[in-house]
Nanobody, 125 residues
Framework: QVHVVESGGGLVQPGGSLTLSCAAS????????MRWYRQTPGYGRDPHER????????????KYVDSVKDRFTISRDNAKNTVYLQMNNLKPEDTAVYYC??????????????WGQGTLVTVSL
C-alpha cells in the first residue's frame, strides 16, 4: 500500500507565504511525476473538479498554471519521497484545498496514481 500525506496548510494574510509538504510512504520502488492540485472549498471532493497547479517530473522539470507563475515553486526531495509547494505573495483567490498527486511504482504494480487527503489554505485578512 502507498500513503500520501499533505501538511502545511493554514490561514495567511494576503501577500504572505506558506509551504506545503507531501510525503509518500509504503512499498514504493519508484516515483514519477508529482503534482499539486487545488479545489475551491464547498465544491465537493471529485478529483475531476480539481485544478492542476504545478507539476515536477522525476528529472526535476517543472510546469505551472499561469495564475501562480513567479509566485509558487514546486520542488522534490527524492530521498524523502516528498514534494513541496512554496507559495509566496498569496492572494485571496488562492484559497482552496490543496491536494498532492503522486505517480508511483510498487513491488506489485508498475504504475499507480495516489491522492492525498488535502490541506486547506485560506488567504484572508
Amino acid at each position: 500500500q502507498v500513503h500520501v500525506v499533505e501538511s502545511g496548510g493554514g490561514l495567511v494574510q494576503p501577500g504572505g507565504s506558506l509551504t506545503l509538504s507531501c510525503a509518500a510512504s509504503g512499498t514504493i520502488t519508484a516515483i514519477y511525476d508529482m503534482r499539486w492540485y487545488r479545489q475551491t472549498p464547498g465544491y465537493g471532493r471529485d478529483p475531476h473538479e480539481r485544478d492542476l497547479v504545478a507539476t515536477i517530473t522525476s528529472e526535476g522539470s517543472t510546469k505551472y498554471v499561469d495564475s501562480v507563475k513567479d509566485r509558487f515553486t514546486i520542488s522534490r526531495d527524492n530521498a524523502k519521497n516528498t514534494v513541496y509547494l512554496q507559495m509566496n505573495n498569496l492572494k485571496p483567490e488562492d484559497t482552496a484545498v490543496y491536494y498532492c498527486n503522486v505517480e508511483v511504482a510498487t513491488r506489485l504494480v508498475r504504475f499507480l496514481e495516489v491522492w492525498g487527503q488535502g490541506t486547506l489554505v485560506t488567504v484572508s485578512l
